[in-house]
């Protein structure tokens, strides 16, 4: 790391370790360079994501380089899992925040038998990714909470009676939108319509909004 430090005019920071590591890791291929390679590009083992990483990192390598590791299948595994706990950990707050045992339907969640890809209004890509969340005219009431879902393509909230701001949160938390709908609610404050340019339709009317800003950026 001292090498690093010293190429970089003394500027430690995890982007330029990772970079070393990782042509050092193409380069010089095998166990100790790449597992390197990976402890010091994948985030701190106490992040949330610190496992999704391992498990992306050793795939690419097994698949593109020839470098199988023991345990990549039970790192992809947990990865899952914790992926899998993390999601339904935030569509249960959603539930709970938005009124969840008054809405007209609610089929399926908070079901421990049932994935939530199988919950009504929710649905999955082929990895099992969330990729759209249609809640429409379901009675949905209170504060709308952030959903931290980066495979989010179509969102439809539409005709309910959901409340507070939006700032930013579909701009931070929600990149791969292509179709948002919170119309006919009751959202107040300055409407905060920053999408990215995957964002082809978004629908805020009929709100209480009292200013709007718009900003498109390139994710």
């Not at 990895?127 to 009675?139: P, Q, T, Y």
């Not at 701009?171 to 995957?198: V, W």
Request: with cysteine.
């Amino acid at each position: 790391d001292d090498a690093v430090v010293a190429c970089h005019e003394g500027i430690y920071e995890k982007n330029h370790i990772c970079n070393v590591y990782e042509q050092i890791c193409i380069e010089y291929p095998g166990a100790l360079t790449c597992d390197a390679a990976a402890k010091k590009c994948c985030p701190h083992p106490s992040a949330r994501t610190h496992v999704q990483c391992l498990c992306d990192f050793y795939t690419y390598t097994s698949t593109h380089m020839g470098l199988g590791t023991e345990s990549v299948d039970e790192i992809c595994r947990d990865a899952e899992r914790m992926q899998s706990t993390a999601v339904k950990k935030q569509l249960t707050n959603f539930y709970k925040q938005t009124g969840g045992d008054k809405w007209f339907n609610y089929t399926g969640w908070l079901n421990d038998t049932m994935h939530y890809c199988d919950w009504y209004g929710v649905a999955c890509n082929d990895n099992g990714d969330i990729s759209g969340i249609n809640l429409r005219k379901n009675n949905l009431t209170g504060l709308f909470i952030n959903l931290d879902l980066p495979w989010l393509q179509t969102l439809d909230l539409a005709e309910n009676k959901l409340s507070g701001t939006t700032n930013m949160i579909f701009a931070l938390f929600l990149r791969k939108l292509e179709h948002i709908d919170i119309s006919d609610n009751e959202f107040s404050g300055c409407a905060d319509l920053t999408f990215s340019s995957d964002t082809l339709h978004a629908n805020f009317s009929r709100n209480n909004f009292t200013c709007a800003s718009f900003k498109r950026y390139n994710p």
